[in-house]
């Protein structure tokens, strides 16, 4: 499976940035995918998540904010940020994995900047 992120960039406070992730491979290794972030000198955090029936779980410093979707018939998931903050600066990265015990894949970090 290789993961494909795009999006990402530069915005102020309180604007929106949306990132997209493509997976190729088989879909059953897929039902799991999610975005992550970390910033210099912090532990990679779960931002959100979304399973392939469509359950979400959100970070408690973005729900309200951020959106996770997800397009199975493309195998890819979408994640709008909205009302973003200064601290939601962070290198973001997309994750996939067929389920508890199975391979667990990352896309390439894509930089997210909010200025003040």
């Known amino acids: 499976v290789q993961l494909q992120a795009s999006g990402g960039g530069l915005a102020q406070t309180g604007g929106s940035l949306r990132l997209s992730c493509a997976a190729s491979?088989?879909?059953?290794?897929?039902?799991?995918m999610a975005w992550y972030r970390q910033s210099p000198g912090e532990q990679r955090e779960l931002v959100a998540s979304?399973?392939?029936?469509?359950?979400?779980n959100y970070g408690d410093s973005v729900k309200g904010r951020f959106a996770i979707s997800r397009d199975s018939a493309i195998n890819t998931v979408t994640l709008q940020m909205n009302s973003l903050k200064p601290e939601d600066t962070a290198v973001y990265y997309c994750?996939?994995?067929?389920?508890?015990?199975?391979?667990?894949?990352w896309g390439q970090g894509t930089q997210v900047t909010v200025s003040s």
């Open positions: 994750k996939a994995t067929g389920g508890i015990g199975r391979p667990v894949y």
């Open positions: 979304i399973t392939v029936g469509g359950n979400t």
């Open positions: 491979g088989s879909i059953f290794s897929t039902n799991l």
